[in-house]
């Protein structure tokens, strides 16, 4: 935003005008306005839904794209309150914050950071037994997290075509699972981890139940006892799912039904038949992988001797040759069939995109994120993750579990997709391998991405909070990390406290002002809080201006406090806080219910996070809400220099001269820190 010189309307008027004639999206649009005007921009619009993670070809952002040319680029109330409707309430929680992945831009710069740090790794090798798996450019790398609200993330490769191979055994189950039931795939395949090499001939033996009565069983096992493979996740269990689907149509409907399917998981449907969804299909890379794929081969046999591949019900033909010594070799083909179609699978070719967004579809319990077509059941979803997460990859799958903790598989072609269940799909593609098979740079971006972020399945059972919740924007993580404990200790609430320490939450921290409980606790005069806090181990520290909590005490006359402090024989420094003019004006500030978010909106200030800001304003909070400090979002604005913040908020109508507990206006914070150019700013209006 640029600088706007004299403010002549009324945001504060403009507010109350809006809510006048609608409530539910007074704030939404308000939050869009600048200086009281009673319009904003198309562009302003679409630049604050791509900052969401939204993007422009989201076919769900269709309408209102139409609807917001046909408009022009001012848009007032009730254009805006028609135009945000043609997209139902995706961009209402877009405006405010609540989309899954609420700080996109912030998550986006991480993600950013990361994958610059491991781009510099340069190890691995290329897949070379399917000869243009050699021929692929080894330098290649790109990543792409989708959210299951459509969110998108893209870096680098992320648009490039890329073979899928082992990446399709998870699909290729849920496919299977769709048509014959979790009892039905399961028959034929187990769910154990192999701990063997991806393409072990080893089958899993396993007693057959009651519920066993397949063909395989019957007729080879007498129902005793079946050899299937480990799981669908290796090549056998994966040849195995393939050959359940569709088993009696051609090769080439299966790979339409399947590609069709996959094309499902990233938004094609029958309806938009958009056929830019519809992976495609490298022939070439199939015949190659078919030439010599001698072991793969002799695997479809093995499942068709153990019993475990379904056989076609053809009878021996009638001895048509004439000749006594030559006879017609017979290839059962149901073993052909499901090699052909397995190698055409994983010669599908898609982006890391596409995958994250076939990803996202199985962290959205089996809906497409940007389609909302139903793909898999959840039940599917349910019952192939957790195989995912113990045997997706290779012989690593055990580290991997505990270290990153996400259902993920990973292929020779590169790529490495990793689920987050009900928060997003990712896919990283860099095709050189490490010795297991998987993606080095793949697997290093997922160990650095979760060492970053509480995803990890069982990240629940600790608290660690030097990591961050990626479903929370950062203000409100650092506001949840301090905020209950300070207000707690404002109001005299031991058992909050009581209850925190359980937590093993740290009672020494402090806020944008590095204000701790201590601290409060002593301005309010809770003598009963500070004795806890000091034997709960709570040490004084200075805050933002050099004040011990020794100086709330004395400041506000708790003397008992006071000589606590004193008994513990520290060296306090005294604060300095400037106040320039203490009898000059003063503006009221605003009370707002939910404590929280006044710290949310202060840390977002402070952090000169507009984005951030822009949202809470979205949702109702009034840009001068104080908290137990009487600081304001302008105050912190001001004492960080984030020039950017200080202008979002004076044109959104937080007024210039609140005071602080000390007196202080945001342009003595201005002036104290030495934020030159935000004194110029508060001094020109
Ligand atoms: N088509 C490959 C094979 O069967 C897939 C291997 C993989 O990506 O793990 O060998």
Same mark, same amino acid.
């Given at each position: 935003?640029?600088?706007?010189?004299?403010?002549?309307?009324?945001?504060?008027?403009?507010?109350?005008?809006?809510?006048?004639?609608?409530?539910?999206?007074?704030?939404?649009?308000?939050?869009?306005?600048?200086?009281?005007?009673?319009?904003?921009?198309?562009?302003?619009?679409?630049?604050?839904?791509?900052?969401?993670?939204?993007?422009?070809?989201?076919?769900?952002?269709?309408?209102?794209?139409?609807?917001?040319?046909?408009?022009?680029?001012?848009?007032?109330?009730?254009?805006?309150?028609?135009?945000?409707?043609?997209?139902?309430?995706?961009?209402?929680?877009?405006?405010?914050?609540?989309?899954?992945?609420?700080?996109?831009?912030?998550?986006?710069?991480?993600?950013?950071?990361?994958?610059?740090?491991?781009?510099?790794?340069?190890?691995?090798?290329?897949?070379s037994y399917i000869p243009p798996l050699a021929e692929?450019?080894?330098?290649?790398?790109?990543?792409?997290?989708?959210?299951?609200?459509?969110?998108?993330?893209?870096?680098?490769?992320?648009?490039?075509?890329?073979?899928?191979?082992?990446?399709?055994?998870?699909?290729?189950?849920?496919?299977?699972?769709?048509?014959?039931?979790?009892?039905?795939?399961?028959?034929?395949?187990?769910?154990?981890?192999?701990?063997?090499?991806?393409?072990?001939?080893?089958?899993?033996?396993?007693?057959?139940?009651?519920?066993?009565?397949?063909?395989?069983?019957?007729?080879?096992?007498?129902?005793?006892?079946?050899?299937?493979?480990?799981?669908?996740?290796?090549?056998?269990?994966?040849?195995?799912?393939?050959?359940?689907?569709?088993?009696?149509?051609?090769?080439?409907?299966?790979?339409?039904?399947?590609?069709?399917?996959?094309?499902?998981?990233?938004?094609?449907?029958?309806?938009?038949?958009?056929?830019?969804?519809?992976?495609?299909?490298?022939?070439n890379m199939?015949?190659q992988e078919?030439f010599k794929?001698?072991?793969?081969?002799?695997?479809?046999?093995?499942?068709?001797?153990?019993?475990?591949?379904?056989?076609?019900?053809?009878?021996?033909?009638?001895?048509?040759?004439?000749?006594?010594?030559?006879?017609?070799?017979?290839?059962?083909?149901?073993?052909?069939?499901?090699?052909?179609?397995?190698?055409?699978?994983?010669?599908?070719?898609?982006?890391?995109?596409?995958?994250?967004?076939?990803?996202?579809?199985?962290?959205?319990?089996?809906?497409?994120?940007?389609?909302?077509?139903?793909?898999?059941?959840?039940?599917?979803?349910?019952?192939?993750?957790?195989?995912?997460?113990?045997?997706?990859?290779?012989?690593?799958?055990?580290?991997?579990?505990?270290?990153?903790?996400?259902?993920?598989?990973?292929?020779?072609?590169?790529?490495?997709?990793?689920?987050?269940?009900?928060?997003?799909?990712?896919?990283?593609?860099?095709?050189?391998?490490?010795?297991?098979?998987?993606?080095?740079?793949?697997?290093?971006?997922?160990?650095?991405?979760?060492?970053?972020?509480?995803?990890?399945?069982?990240?629940?059972?600790?608290?660690?909070?030097?990591?961050?919740?990626?479903?929370?924007?950062?203000?409100?993580?650092?506001?949840?990390?301090?905020?209950?404990?300070?207000?707690?200790?404002?109001?005299?609430?031991?058992?909050?406290? =009581?209850? %925190? @320490? !359980?937590?093993?939450?740290? #009672?020494?921290?402090? *806020?944008?002002?590095?204000? $701790? /409980? &201590?601290?409060? +606790?002593?301005?309010?005069?809770?003598?009963?809080?500070?004795?806890?806090?000091?034997?709960?181990?709570?040490?004084?520290?200075?805050?933002?201006?050099?004040?011990?909590?020794?100086?709330?005490?004395?400041?506000?006359?708790?003397?008992?406090?006071?000589?606590?402090?004193?008994?513990?024989?520290?060296?306090?420094?005294?604060?300095?806080?400037?106040?320039?003019?203490?009898?000059?004006?003063?503006?009221?500030?605003?009370?707002?219910?939910?404590?929280?978010?006044?710290?949310?909106?202060?840390?977002?200030?402070?952090?000169?996070?507009?984005?951030?800001?822009?949202?809470?304003?979205?949702?109702?909070?009034?840009?001068?809400?104080?908290?137990?400090?009487?600081?304001?979002?302008?105050?912190?604005?001001?004492?960080?220099?984030?020039?950017?913040?200080? =202008?979002? %908020? @004076? !044109?959104?109508?937080?007024? #210039?001269?609140?005071? *602080?507990?000390?007196?202080? $206006? /945001? &342009?003595?914070? +201005?002036?104290?820190?030495?934020?030159?150019?935000?004194?110029?700013?508060?001094?020109?209006?």
């Amino acid at each position: 935003m640029k600088q706007k010189g004299n403010i002549q309307s009324n945001p504060a008027a403009l507010l109350e005008n809006l809510k006048a004639k609608s409530k539910r999206e007074a704030n939404l649009f308000f939050s869009l306005c600048e200086n009281g005007e009673n319009f904003t921009h198309s562009k302003k619009l679409i630049e604050a839904l791509n900052r969401s993670g939204l993007k422009s070809n989201d076919n769900r952002l269709q309408n209102l794209f139409r609807s917001l040319e046909a408009h022009g680029d001012k848009i007032v109330f009730e254009d805006f309150i028609n135009i945000i409707r043609t997209s139902g309430l995706l961009v209402e929680k877009a405006l405010r914050g609540q989309l899954v992945l609420p700080d996109f831009i912030n998550f986006s710069k991480k993600i950013d950071k990361i994958f610059d740090e491991v781009k510099t790794i340069i190890s691995g090798e290329l897949a070379s037994y399917i000869p243009p798996l050699a021929e692929v450019d080894p330098n290649q790398f790109g990543i792409a997290i989708v959210t299951t609200d459509g969110q998108v993330y893209e870096r680098g490769d992320s648009n490039k075509d890329f073979s899928i191979q082992s990446m399709c055994k998870p699909f290729n189950y849920c496919f299977a699972m769709e048509q014959l039931g979790l009892e039905g795939v399961h028959k034929h395949v187990g769910q154990e981890p192999s701990g063997r090499q991806f393409d072990d001939l080893t089958l899993l033996a396993r007693t057959v139940t009651g519920n066993y009565t397949g063909d395989f069983a019957k007729d080879n096992l007498e129902g005793r006892f079946a050899r299937v493979p480990f799981n669908p996740m290796v090549n056998a269990g994966a040849i195995m799912t393939a050959g359940l689907i569709n088993p009696n149509d051609s090769h080439t409907q299966r790979l339409r039904h399947i590609r069709q399917q996959f094309g499902r998981l990233i938004g094609w449907t029958s309806k938009n038949n958009n056929v830019s969804k519809l992976p495609r299909f490298n022939k070439n890379m199939a015949r190659q992988e078919n030439f010599k794929g001698y072991n793969n081969i002799a695997m479809g046999y093995l499942l068709m001797a153990t019993g475990s591949l379904p056989h076609t019900k053809s009878d021996l033909h009638k001895d048509i040759h004439p000749d006594e010594d030559e006879f017609d070799f017979y290839i059962e083909p149901a073993v052909t069939d499901a090699l052909k179609l397995y190698f055409s699978i994983c010669s599908i070719e898609m982006t890391a995109t596409d995958v994250a967004m076939a990803a996202a579809t199985l962290a959205n319990s089996g809906v497409c994120p940007i389609s909302q077509d139903r793909v898999l059941s959840q039940k599917t979803v349910r019952n192939c993750l957790p195989v995912l997460q113990t045997s997706g990859m290779y012989n690593a799958s055990g580290v991997f579990f505990q270290e990153v903790g996400l259902p993920a598989k990973s292929g020779v072609g590169g790529g490495v997709l990793l689920v987050v269940p009900q928060l997003m799909g990712i896919c990283i593609f860099s095709p050189r391998l490490d010795e297991q098979g998987n993606s080095v740079r793949g697997l290093e971006m997922a160990k650095k991405l979760t060492s970053k972020y509480l995803v990890h399945t069982f990240d629940g059972t600790m608290t660690d909070t030097s990591r961050e919740d990626p479903k929370l924007p950062i203000a409100r993580w650092l506001a949840n990390s301090c905020g209950e404990a300070i207000w707690a200790a404002s109001n005299g609430n031991i058992r909050t406290l =009581e209850s %925190l @320490v !359980s937590q093993q939450r740290d #009672l020494q921290q402090g *806020d944008y002002d590095i204000r $701790t /409980p &201590l601290h409060l +606790a002593s301005a309010e005069g809770q003598l009963e809080v500070v004795k806890f806090l000091l034997n709960q181990g709570v040490k004084p520290i200075p805050d933002r201006w050099g004040g011990y909590p020794i100086s709330d005490a004395r400041n506000n006359k708790h003397h008992k406090i006071v000589d606590l402090f004193n008994e513990l024989k520290i060296d306090y420094t005294e604060p300095f806080h400037l106040v320039e003019n203490p009898k000059g004006k003063t503006d009221k500030m605003a009370h707002f219910e939910d404590e929280l978010m006044v710290i949310e909106l202060l840390f977002a200030a402070s952090k000169n996070n507009v984005d951030n800001i822009r949202h809470l304003v979205a949702q109702g909070v009034p840009v001068h809400a104080g908290d137990y400090d009487l600081r304001t979002a302008l105050h912190l604005a001001a004492a960080e220099g984030s020039l950017d913040a200080v =202008e979002y %908020l @004076v !044109s959104h109508g937080h007024p #210039l001269n609140v005071r *602080d507990r000390w007196g202080a $206006t /945001p &342009l003595d914070e +201005a002036k104290r820190e030495k934020r030159k150019n935000v004194v110029s700013f508060l001094t020109k209006i």
